[in-house]
């Protein structure tokens, strides 16, 4: 009869060992989940939101001009590791809401090398990333520059009229666009990456097509 009991015992610890296993598995296994989702969450948060000065991509042209006019920054920064000098044609540009503008920025690649690049990017103050509308912009790709090579790229955007209804903007008076080159480790294959730039050109180019031709 012990021995029953023993038996018994050492099976419902068995079981209960397994639950335990069982359970411990699935929360790794959601915790990798969820960190695998976290980066294009937080990427659609911030796009929809515009949170910490996250620009928009433009899906259709603006609606009209306004009278108001805003007055936008362009700052310019390259991260340690890419011999690169990147600048605007010009600092800044008084702008109406609702006008389409095209800018363009110089990058030289200064070093001996092949080097490859991508441009991160925000606006600031970060309240008002929800209204800086882009058409076009070189961030959306990576961008390979040969040994002293120099390439102009133009990023074309407006500001939403919309912003003229945010009571909390009124004050508004400047927008800084900031961009930063980061150097590519690991880019793209040569494949892969045409054809992300072709599906970017296309994208581009309707929503230009659309804002009026550009």
Request: hydrophobic share 40%; proline share 6%.
């Amino acid at each position: 009869m012990r021995e029953r009991t023993d038996l018994q015992q050492t099976r419902k610890a068995s079981r209960r060992d397994l639950a335990v296993a069982f359970l411990c598995g699935g929360f790794v296994a959601l915790m990798v989940g969820v960190s695998f989702a976290a980066v294009p969450l937080y990427s659609w948060f911030c796009r929809t939101t515009g949170f910490g000065g996250t620009t928009q991509v433009a899906k259709a042209p603006p609606t009209h001009e306004t009278a108001r006019t805003i007055r936008v920054r362009f700052d310019s920064n390259v991260a340690d590791g890419l011999s690169w000098l990147f600048e605007p044609e010009r600092n800044t540009i008084d702008v109406h809401l609702g006008q389409v503008v095209t800018i363009s920025y110089k990058v030289v690649n200064q070093s001996a090398r092949v080097t490859v690049g991508q441009a991160g990017y925000n606006v600031s103050p970060p309240t008002v990333g929800i209204y800086f509308e882009k058409i076009n912009c070189f961030c959306f790709t990576q961008q390979t520059l040969q040994p002293g090579e120099s390439r102009d790229m133009a990023v074309v955007f407006y500001v939403d009229p919309k912003l003229g209804k945010d009571s909390e903007q009124d004050e508004l008076h400047t927008i800084t666009l900031s961009y930063t080159f980061y150097p590519v480790r690991s880019p793209q294959p040569p494949a892969a990456a045409a054809g992300q730039a072709r599906r970017d050109a296309a994208a581009r180019t309707a929503a230009a097509e659309k804002a009026g031709g550009i």
